[in-house]
């Protein structure tokens, strides 16, 4: 708790509060997922470290729950207002670490780039819902 709480005083996580008053939900995800996506960037080094030890070893998984649940929960709040489950499924995906960096690293986007699909990519995830279609691709 001291390591990551030392970490914590220099780079707290994103504070969701504020993208509350963010009315317009594509506006709301593109502020938060900047917000998000440049902490994760500023300490990429560590969170690949601390994701990887929680992986295997159950106190690091407990600590890291401990310090990034809280944020985690209030983003998926109130980034998933008003969200359909496909969107919600989707918004889970855009918080992820690791899709953050998978797309700007393994896929060469720009912040701003990866930003803006996945926040599209949530938007449009509620398109096949009110078409009456589903996710599941044909088989």
């Known amino acids: 708790m001291a390591c990551s ?26 502020a938060g997922l900047t917000a998000i996506y440049g902490w994760y960037e500023r300490n990429a080094q560590l969170l690949s470290c601390v994701l990887r030890d929680a992986e295997v070893h159950p106190l690091a998984r407990e600590m890291g729950a401990l310090r990034f649940g809280p944020s985690k929960a209030a983003y998926s709040e109130v980034l998933g207002a008003k969200l359909n489950s496909e969107q919600r499924a989707m918004l889970v995906l855009a918080l992820s670490f690791f899709t953050w960096r998978t797309l700007t690293r393994d896929g060469g986007l720009k912040q701003g780039a990866a930003v803006g699909a996945m926040a599209e990519a949530i938007i449009a995830a509620g398109a096949g819902a009110k ?8 088989r």
């Not at 994103?14 to 317009?24: M, N, Q, S």
């Not at 078409?131 to 044909?138: D, K, M």
């Open 5 to 30: 709480g030392h970490a914590y005083e220099r780079d707290s996580p994103p504070d969701a509060g504020p993208w509350r008053a963010i009315k317009d939900r594509h506006e709301r995800l593109h």
């Open 131 to 138: 078409r009456g279609t589903t996710a599941t691709p044909p």
